[in-house]
């Protein structure tokens, strides 16, 4: 909305008393609720006040300005607490690229996707500094020739496939969020877990002729949790975003054959509509994404390009394909003597 970007540009030119931003959801809109005053040019003093801005019950988004003489010295928090509505909650989960995106992806130095209000105490920021500290992202000349056409070959697929190899690719580090969702979801009350690849990135390829390999570069990328709930096979399809690409891990409780199973189905969407590099991004960290996840167990994939293909029918028909019945016939009997 035109309110919002006025209020960032303020937030930008008044890095002396503003901090940060309060940002909700109001008829569809991402609005400008409250201002969150700086008292003092360290961002540690400023931060022991954000928990009195947060609501036990009530998502919200926090823009942040932290580093105020870098360009892109922003944190963009998504706040959703427990106790939220779960409409509030799969709102403001799949709106926080949106925000990002309308703001200037450029103008971000990182996210934060939080539940708890400790989380954005001086002890919880500097629990996730820590973190982020033993993974940083590729940077530079991260695949050759040949891992960028591995990632347009899959790029090209369209219609529901089957894989069971895992091949190379991008690998970014993974929020502490997403990591735990996917711990819990095998046994969890969630079985749906919804990631996003993201960040303030670009996503640059060049040709390097003395060396005859294709270089990718990638800035500040990160595996985000998008959303985890709980929901029934038949409302999985709408439970994905239609119009991003997700990786989407989905505990399937189901009987075949008289046997209960409940394997974890990787789901990879890539709308059409979405951008090219959002394509070669997501096609790219797709395999490093799968890989961390089947650490934990085996994972059955799925390939749609829309999310509404998605049914208890074809998702039994990929991993209980029907065996194909072939004729059988009579040996002749052996003829007698005479």
Not at 317 to 336: I, V, W
Request: glycine residues 6%; contains cysteine; aromatic residues 8%.
């Amino acid at each position: 909305s035109h309110e919002l970007q006025n209020a960032f540009k303020d937030l930008s030119d008044s890095s002396k008393t503003q901090r940060g931003i309060l940002i909700s959801i109001k008829k569809e809109e991402l609005v400008p609720v409250k201002i969150i005053p700086s008292t003092s040019p360290d961002f540690w003093e400023d931060i022991n006040t954000l928990e009195s801005y947060l609501s036990d019950d009530q998502a919200v988004y926090l823009i942040l300005h932290r580093y105020t003489d870098d360009p892109d010295g922003f944190i963009a928090v998504t706040y959703v607490p427990d106790a939220a509505p779960v409409r509030s909650k799969m709102l403001f989960a799949s709106t926080r690229l949106t925000l990002v995106r309308e703001l200037g992806a450029e103008r971000f130095r990182g996210t934060l996707f939080v539940t708890l209000k400790e989380e954005l105490s001086v002890e919880g920021w500097k629990r996730h500094d820590k973190h982020g500290e033993g993974d940083a992202p590729l940077t530079e000349e991260e695949k050759s020739l040949k891992g960028i056409s591995d990632a347009t070959a899959e790029i090209s697929r369209g219609t529901t496939s089957r894989s069971s190899h895992v091949s190379s690719g991008l690998v970014f580090p993974i929020s502490e969020s997403a990591l735990q969702s996917l711990k819990q979801l095998p046994s969890g009350r969630h079985n749906l877990v919804q990631l996003v690849s993201f960040g303030a990135s670009y996503f640059n390829m060049s040709l390097d002729l003395a060396q005859n390999v294709q270089k990718i570069e990638v800035a500040s990328e990160t595996i985000e949790l998008a959303h985890s709930s709980a929901i029934t096979t038949d409302a999985l399809g709408r439970s994905i975003s239609e119009i991003e690409p997700r990786y989407s891990f989905f505990r399937y409780s189901h009987n075949f054959k008289g046997e209960d199973q409940s394997p974890i189905i990787f789901i990879y969407t890539c709308p059409q509509t979405s951008r090219i590099k959002e394509k070669m991004l997501y096609a790219s960290s797709r395999a490093g994404v799968l890989a961390m996840a089947s650490s934990e167990g085996g994972i059955e994939v799925i390939e749609v390009s829309s999310p509404l293909e998605l049914s208890a029918p074809t998702i039994d028909e990929e991993l209980h394909p029907a065996q194909e019945q072939r004729p059988t016939f009579s040996r002749p009997k052996r003829p007698g003597k005479r």
